[in-house]
T-cell receptor
Framework: GQNIDQPTEMTATEGAIVQINCTYQTSGFNGLFWYQQHAGEAPTFLSYNVLDGLEEKGRFSSFLSRSKGYSYLLLKELQMKDSASYLCAVRRSGAGSYQLTFGKGTKLSVIP | EPEVTQTPSHQVTQMGQEVILRCVPISNHLYFYWYRQILGQKVEFLVSFYNNEISEKSEIFDDQFSVERPDGSNFTLKIRSTKLEDSAMYFC??????????????FGPGTRLTVL
């Protein structure tokens, strides 16, 4: 089976940097995805890691360590509109396996 | 920018009734998915579909559920006899392929299903 853990809630100040951690346990691994989800809306793709290291995309960066089963999403220069839930999702390896398994999400509140 | 679309945005139905949720995936995408999210809970995989057949399905996707690609653009999820516990947001997603950098799943805006 798979288990994905991330903090339930975080609060950060506008203009600051915040790091959202995700740990996972899976029988096989074929990529980790971060999505942003505003309340009542669809998940929106942010980033993707399949190899170890840092992927940078504007104000958002994501890091992966496969040996540690660990990823983080880094948000810089926080804006009020970044208040949302951030979902960590893992794709398993194996023929015919396409599904994403999601964590419960981290609700980020950005305050002035 | 191409996007996944879903209709209706809201559906209210009586327990025991059949519902069909509709999705139009991104046009050059070949892999299609349905997920659901019960209010306050995590997003859960239901089914994936490729080349006109189911590729993978979860335990949630029992005999009450079916999927179809009736034409070249639509992808539907049918729930034959809805139960109260089927109330959730249903998301359709699509991906171009399974190869790295093109396997990202893009989600539609969702259909909120309420079963009374």
């Amino acid at each position: 089976g798979q288990n994905i853990d991330q903090p339930t809630e975080m609060t950060a100040t506008e203009g600051a940097i915040v790091q959202i951690n995700c740990t996972y346990q899976t029988s096989g691994f074929n990529g980790l995805f971060w999505y942003q989800q505003h309340a009542g809306e669809a998940p929106t793709f942010l980033s993707y890691n399949v190899l170890d290291g840092l992927e940078e995309k504007g104000r958002f960066s994501s890091f992966l360590s496969r040996s540690k089963g660990y990823s983080y999403l880094l948000l810089k220069e926080l804006q009020m509109k970044d208040s949302a839930s951030y979902l960590c999702a893992v794709r398993r390896s194996g023929a015919g396996s396409y599904q994403l398994t999601f964590g419960k999400g981290t609700k980020l509140s950005v305050i002035p | 920018e191409p996007e996944v679309t879903q209709t209706p945005s809201h559906q209210v139905t009586q327990m025991g009734q059949e519902v069909i949720l509709r999705c139009v995936p991104i046009s050059n995408h070949l892999y299609f998915y349905w997920y659901r999210q019960i209010l306050g809970q995590k997003v859960e995989f239901l089914v994936s579909f490729y080349n006109n057949e189911i590729s993978e399905k979860s335990e949630i996707f029992d005999d009450q559920f079916s999927v179809e690609r009736p034409d070249g653009s639509n992808f539907t999820l049918k729930i034959r006899s809805t139960k109260l516990e089927d109330s959730a947001m249903y998301f359709c997603a699509s991906s171009e392929s399974l190869a790295p950098s093109t396997d990202t799943q893009y989600f539609g805006p969702g259909t909120r299903l309420t079963v009374l």
